[in-house]
């Protein structure tokens, strides 16, 4: 049972369902990532949206990461660490509710979202970011374009990221979670520059993964960081390969020197939680890092100006609002347009996701209702060993009030206590941040689940439903498996207009071999034409300026598969585009019977194959800076897709293709 907690030490005064749910032990806390779990909780990374400054936080120590511009310009949303020094021995929730009690003053418009616990290792005790890099090296040509990648386990030594002279053409990277130093420009982690890699290479060389230990890229008493780099291949190779890498594995279009890459090395759990928590911070700071040195190198080169700049970020999860106005969304298109203001030539590049075939997403209209109730089925896998996320939302506008979402267990399950909720704020909470409302689903006194709502970003009513481990974890608590009915009933309220819908997606669950969590995927039930592909785009692409980019099978000219396709109603009409759509599309598998792209390995002469719209995304993003680099226009070039008339079809090609092929092939 969830224990009563006093005022301040009420986590859910301030903060929204994911939180409360994470970082409350008689939640979801025991099923959390490692790193979340872990009872040291004194040092967090956060983001805060509006006129919130994390200086007002009492009690604590808390850093803003390099931004770009400074944070004088004040940004739409502003992420920051912060090290608690209070020595009070509390839970994690209620030890953070008493710091974020400190931003909790009625008559602020600021909102907080905690991400997840930081290694006190990686907090680097003098953080100098207006120092220069001790270590830099001016490149020898100078630079026409800057390559941005942000991933996990980033193989930076790979000699496929030298230049024709020999030395590094990876200017700067950031480790977020390595070992800190004592003095350093980031405020967590380490940054390397090319003139360090160098130094390293020429003492290491042949042998990297020395090199990786010797410099804290391979740490086996750092989670964060851990062993990656000793496996054969990573997510973060793969992806780094592609975009900037020249090697006999790689496409012919070779990336001259005047090409300098910036690089950010994610957190692990950041990089393998699929479940959309926790993320910002990390994300947001190496977009702002990334722009930061990209606007260093042009200076300390001589230039006038900012230089072209494309950002790799192969990241995203996939229930959200999709509609441009997340906080990471938010965020990514005040930057593009501050950026394009003074150089127009900046992307920011991101794949669409991999989950048009996964049964993740429902569009529920006023024609699919039954007597006026909306009803899909949830049917949630045998032997998951972590939780499980749907979020529901409502159209922008509608007002909620009479409406409730009800929870319907398996045939045969034991009564349970908290299966409704309605959307309306509770009074009880505290008017900061989104209005909000929370229930737990309880069965003999053991949470099962959450029920949450709230007024996202004070523009739109979500609903959240998570729910505990299927399996059996050592907790002496389990959610029953099986199908489970969501019912979202207008009651007495406002029913939703004749071309409006509810819109339903579910967070991924995948599976990290690394950490072994034994996450397995939930799915949507529902009659034909509810649940679909299209609209199941990655929840953080949204943003207008972004890049977008599908996956292309090689040979036949179709969608992979997998491909994740934008919004698209089927109304009296006709189909009907809706939301953000593709860009583009690039190849991701290069035929049925070579399915995904070569690219590097871990270590010089090593080489892997990788599935998804990440690797078309790498691919774009290399196709752009070459185009940059050369003084075009960033899609200069863009293949026609196959002529088709105008009509459904073409509608629908688009929403899983774009408007052009990526003319980069193998």
Avoid at 270 to 276: C, I
Avoid at 290 to 302: S, Y
Avoid at 575 to 603: C, E, H, I, Y
Avoid at 643 to 659: K, S
Wanted: hydrophobic share 35%; glycine share 12%.
């Amino acid at each position: 049972m969830y224990a009563q907690r006093t005022p301040e030490e009420r986590i859910d005064r301030y903060t929204g369902p994911y939180e409360r749910w994470v970082f409350s032990e008689e939640l979801g806390r025991p099923y959390a990532f490692p790193a979340i779990r872990q009872a040291e909780a004194r040092h967090m990374a956060a983001i805060l949206e509006g006129d919130g400054d994390p200086a007002q936080m009492t009690g604590v120590t808390p850093r803003l990461p390099p931004l770009w511009p400074s944070h004088q310009a004040g940004h739409a949303v502003t992420p920051f660490v912060f090290r608690d020094e209070s020595t009070a021995t509390l839970s994690p929730d209620r030890a953070l509710a008493k710091r974020l009690d400190t931003l909790a003053r009625p008559g602020l418009s600021p909102r907080v979202r905690l991400n997840m616990p930081l290694s006190p290792e990686s907090w680097v005790e003098t953080y100098a970011p207006e120092t220069s890099a001790p270590k830099w090296r001016r490149p020898a040509k100078t630079p026409k374009a800057i390559l941005g990648v942000i991933d996990d386990g980033l193989p930076f030594a790979h000699r496929a990221f030298l230049g024709s002279d020999g030395e590094s053409r990876i200017s700067h990277l950031w480790l977020q979670s390595a070992r800190a130093l004592d003095r350093d420009r980031v405020p967590v982690g380490r940054e390397i520059t090319n003139g360090e890699i160098d130094i390293l290479r020429a003492k290491y060389a042949p042998d990297e993964r020395r090199l990786y230990r010797a410099i804290g890229a391979i740490d086996g008493d750092m989670p964060e960081i851990g062993r990656l780099l000793d496996h054969h291949a990573t997510h973060g190779g793969h992806i780094l390969g592609l975009a900037g890498g020249n090697d006999a594995r790689l496409p012919d279009l070779l990336l001259d020197d005047e090409i300098q890459i910036v690089a950010v090395q994610l957190p692990n759990t950041v990089a393998w939680d699929t479940s959309g928590f926790g993320k910002e911070m990390f994300m947001l700071s190496a977009l702002h890092y990334i722009f930061a040195r990209a606007g260093e190198i042009a200076r300390d080169c001589g230039g006038e100006g900012e230089l072209p700049l494309v950002v790799n970020f192969s990241y995203g999860w996939s229930a959200g609002r999709h509609d441009g106005q997340s906080e990471m969304e938010a965020a990514i298109q005040q930057m593009l347009e501050r950026r394009r203001e003074r150089q127009p030539s900046t992307a920011v590049v991101m794949p669409t996701g991999n989950t048009f075939e996964s049964d993740m997403h429902a569009r529920i209209g006023p024609d699919d209702m039954e007597e006026g109730v909306a009803r899909i089925a949830w049917r949630l896998q045998p032997d998951d060993r972590t939780s499980s996320y749907l979020e529901i939302w409502l159209p922008e506008g509608v007002d909620p009030q009479g409406w409730q979402v009800r929870v319907i267990p398996p045939p045969g399950t034991a009564e349970l206590s908290g299966c409704a909720i309605d959307i309306s704020a509770d009074p009880e909470l505290d008017p900061v941040g989104d209005p909000r409302r929370f229930v737990e689903l309880e069965q003999d006194g053991r949470n099962l689940g959450q029920l949450s709502v709230d007024f996202h970003r004070g523009s739109r009513w979500r609903a959240v439903i998570a729910m505990i481990p299927t399996a059996e974890t050592g907790t002496g608590r389990r959610l029953p498996s099986g199908l489970w009915t969501i019912e979202i009933d207008p009651g007495t309220g406002t029913p939703i207009g004749a071309e409006e819908a509810l819109y339903l997606w579910l967070q991924r669950d995948d599976d990290p071999r690394a950490l072994g969590m034994g996450g397995r995927q939930s799915h949507l039930e529902g009659p034909s034409g509810i649940v679909r592909g299209f609209g199941c785009l990655s929840a953080i692409c949204s943003a207008p300026a972004a890049t977008r980019v599908a996956g292309l099978r090689g040979g036949l000219g179709c969608p992979a598969p997998y491909s994740s396709g934008g919004g698209v109603d089927h109304l009296s009409d006709g189909p009907v585009p809706w939301g953000a759509q593709p860009s583009l599309t690039a190849l991701s598998d290069q035929g049925l019977a070579r399915p995904g792209l070569p690219s590097l390995g871990s270590v010089s002469g090593s080489g892997a194959r990788l599935v998804g719209t990440s690797a078309a995304a790498a691919l774009a993003s290399r196709w752009m800076v070459s185009n940059a680099a050369a003084g075009k226009p960033l899609e200069d070039g863009l293949s026609p897709l196959p002529f088709l008339p105008p009509g459904d079809a073409q509608i629908l090609r688009a929403a899983r293709l774009g408007r052009g092929v990526v003319p980069v092939d193998f």
